[in-house]
């Protein structure tokens, strides 16, 4: 299963190290950023599975953040958990109000944070956690590295299935070339965009036994998207 990814929003730079290590140890993959300028710079590039944001931010606040962040129909459903140095009811309360998912009272310790982190991702997307995609009779299952239509195997190869798994946990959103090397090629592999276009054909091919193939839209001028929506 590819590692989920989260966005770091703090400040103060050895309260994000550490929590970056502690993190990356549990598995995750961490983006960093100090303000919430460079958070929305990372967002627009593509969504994380959840956000960690510091309510003390320089700036604008983590609260205003959070409350943009909702607005937005991009980043409505990003779940975000708050954290804080304030624990006061009234504080706690605001920061729920403000749209976030869950609030975290400094200082934690790691296993605190990984306990939250991974019940806000469990309540966001529980079938997402028991590692299985549904988008009508296609399933895509990331434990067993299967995907079926109609009950019958989809012959595909792997990096068709991370293409696949990518799309299908961000539906109906369109992605460049470059965001889904991003995003489907590991990090550091030196690929040409017009790579993402062969593998693309390749998984529409796969779909397109069990008439799947049009889930695979391509946007001109702009790139691709999972949609159900034709
Ligand atoms: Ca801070």
Do not use: C
């Not at 140890?25 to 983006?31: C, F, K, N, P, W």
């Not at 997402?128 to 009950?151: F, P, Q």
Request: net charge negative.
């Amino acid at each position: 299963m590819t590692a989920k990814k989260i966005l770091l929003v703090e400040d103060e730079a050895a309260i994000r190290e550490m929590m970056r290590m502690a993190l990356e140890r549990a598995g995750y993959e961490i983006s960093e950023a100090e303000d919430a300028i460079q958070a929305e710079r990372q967002l627009s590039d593509g969504l994380p599975e959840l956000v960690l944001l510091d309510w003390m931010l320089p700036g604008t606040s983590g609260i205003e953040l959070a409350r943009r962040l909702r607005k937005d129909e991009y980043t409505r459903e990003l779940p975000i958990i708050m954290l804080t140095a304030r624990s006061e009811e009234d504080d706690r309360i605001r920061g729920l109000e403000s749209g976030a998912d869950d609030y975290i009272t400094k200082p934690f310790s790691p296993r605190e944070l990984i306990a939250r982190i991974k019940a806000v991702l469990r309540r966001a997307s529980p079938e997402a956690e028991e590692g299985l995609l549904k988008s009508g009779d296609l399933v895509l299952d990331s434990h067993s590295h299967r995907a079926t239509a109609n009950g019958r195997v989809l012959e595909m190869g792997p990096t068709e299935f991370r293409l696949l798994q990518f799309f299908m946990s961000h539906p109906e959103r369109v992605y460049t070339r470059s965001q889904l090397l991003d995003r489907v090629w590991s990090r550091g592999s030196f690929v040409e965009e017009r790579t993402v276009d062969v593998h693309i054909r390749r998984l529409r091919k796969a779909l397109e036994g069990e008439g799947h193939d049009a889930l695979i839209q391509t946007v001109r001028g702009a790139g691709y998207r999972f949609s159900a929506q034709s």
